[in-house]
């Protein structure tokens, strides 16, 4: 049963690769930051409140997803910091395969470059374009250890190559 959960920096394509996979295999796919936002408060009034109040929603929030998707296939893109929180990764690990979106900083710091893209992404909003990747180095130094508890590890592939990238997914998750 394929039931995927992607994690990793912001701007690695988390959501992205989700919406392709899930249209690749006709199965679900969820983007945890829309999902709490339908609750009806957007992230960025929840980060207006503190960091910390939005990673009690972002929390609550997966404990629903796992309630409502226990017994179907799906793919779910999470947040760059959701696995900041072992309860989070204890839970993501018991109700799929994690995989990680391992894209170099120089990349991200490219793709973040641009302020529009940086808006709505609270925790990078204020960061000078100069300071950019200096500060996405940190946070993935500060994530990596509950990044790489993933057992399947991708980069920039998984996008060049989304027929190999799926065969992969699919070897895996027969054996588990």
């Keep these: 049963m394929k039931r995927l959960i992607l994690c990793g920096m912001p701007g690695s ?18 983007d945890l930051d829309i999902l709490i936002e339908v609750e009806g408060t957007t992230i960025e009034d929840l980060f207006k409140d503190s960091e910390l109040m939005f990673r009690h929603v972002e929390s609550y929030a997966l404990f629903r997803i796992a309630q409502m998707t226990w ?3 799906f793919v779910l893109a999470l947040g760059g910091g959701t696995l900041e ?13 994690l995989c ?25 909003r204020d960061i000078e374009p100069e300071e950019l990747e200096h500060k996405l ?3 993935r130094r500060i ?12 980069g920039l592939q ?3 190559d989304l027929d190999l990238f799926t065969k992969r997914v699919e070897l895996f998750t027969k054996k588990t």
């Excluded at 170099?104 to 709505?120: G, I, K, T, Y």
């Excluded at 994530?143 to 991708?154: D, F, G």
């Design 13 to 30: 394509g988390k959501t992205t690769l989700a919406k392709r996979l899930g249209e690749y295999w006709n199965i679900p796919w969820y």
């Design 137 to 139: 180095h940190e946070t």
């Design 100 to 124: 990680f979106l391992d894209v170099p900083v120089p990349v991200l710091a490219q793709r973040l470059s641009d302020p529009n893209e940086r808006a709505f992404r609270p925790l990078l």
């Design 158 to 160: 998984a996008f060049e």
């Design 85 to 97: 929180n072992v309860v989070n990764l204890d839970l993501m690990q018991t109700i799929g395969t």
């Design 143 to 154: 994530r990596l250890e509950n990044y790489l508890q993933s057992p399947i590890i991708t």
């Design 71 to 73: 017994d179907q296939e």
